[in-house]
């Protein structure tokens, strides 16, 4: 079936250093990947969004990636803070649908 | 700002009881979901309802049910709690003309 994986599952950086999460679909149809940020005890929030007639997308710190042929897209967070700590998930859907099959989530920790 | 709020955060019930999740968005949004998050297992779909009185099954509808009786509002029912039902419960909504879902604080349910 379809799915996304996530990797690495968790991620130590230090304060200043960039962090890259990568993420891998299955379905070729799908053309919507978000990213989202889930801190301690709260909700994800969407962070930033890349459809799949862009190769990247870039807001302020935060940058994503996608790769169409090899099917898979990554987040960039460079310069980091500790304020960047948290779960980050990322997701893959297509146009029409409901179905936004989520990856399993990367812990980063940044270390002041 | 769209704001989905789940009114109940954390609960604590009895295997057996009924239990009801309640979620409320502003954004007079068509679609609403209804997430399971459990770690290493990432965002599963229980139900997404895509308009008033609609409703779809997920990936993990078994000891469920839904129900969408106004648009702004979309009930999670647990009929006979169980403690495998002891999770993360995410409420989320999404525009018809967007991609984006946007998810609530969550409710914390502990089943004992």
């Known amino acids: 079936g379809e799915n996304v994986e996530q990797h690495p599952s968790t991620l130590s950086v230090q304060e200043g250093d960039s962090a890259v999460i990568k993420c891998t679909y299955s379905d070729s149809a799908s053309n919507y990947f978000p990213w989202y940020k889930q801190e301690l005890g709260k909700g994800p929030q969407l962070i930033i969004d890349?459809?799949?007639?862009?190769g990247e997308k870039k807001d302020q710190r935060i940058a994503v990636t996608l790769n169409k042929t090899a099917k898979h897209f990554s987040l960039h967070i460079t310069e980091t803070q500790p304020e960047d700590s948290a779960v980050y998930f990322c997701a893959a859907s297509k146009g029409g649908t409901y179905k936004y099959i989520f990856g399993t989530g990367t812990r980063l920790k940044v270390l002041a | 700002d769209v704001k989905v709020t789940q009114s109940s955060r954390y609960l604590v019930k009895r295997t057996g009881e009924k239990v009801f999740l309640e979620c409320v968005q502003d954004?007079?949004?068509?679609?609403m979901f209804w997430y399971r998050q459990d770690p290493g297992l990432g965002l599963r779909l229980i139900y997404f309802?895509?308009?008033?009185?609609?409703?779809e099954k997920g990936d993990i509808p078994e000891g469920y049910s839904v129900s969408r009786e106004k648009k702004e509002r979309f009930s999670l029912i647990l009929e006979s709690a169980s403690t495998n039902q002891t999770s993360m419960y995410l409420c989320?909504?999404?525009?018809?003309?967007?991609?984006?879902?946007?998810f609530g604080e969550g409710s914390w349910l502990t089943v004992v």
């Open positions: 309802s895509y308009d008033v009185k609609m409703k």
């Open positions: 954004m007079d949004h068509e679609n």
């Open positions: 890349i459809r799949s007639n862009v």
């Open positions: 989320a909504s999404r525009g018809i003309l967007g991609n984006t879902i946007y």
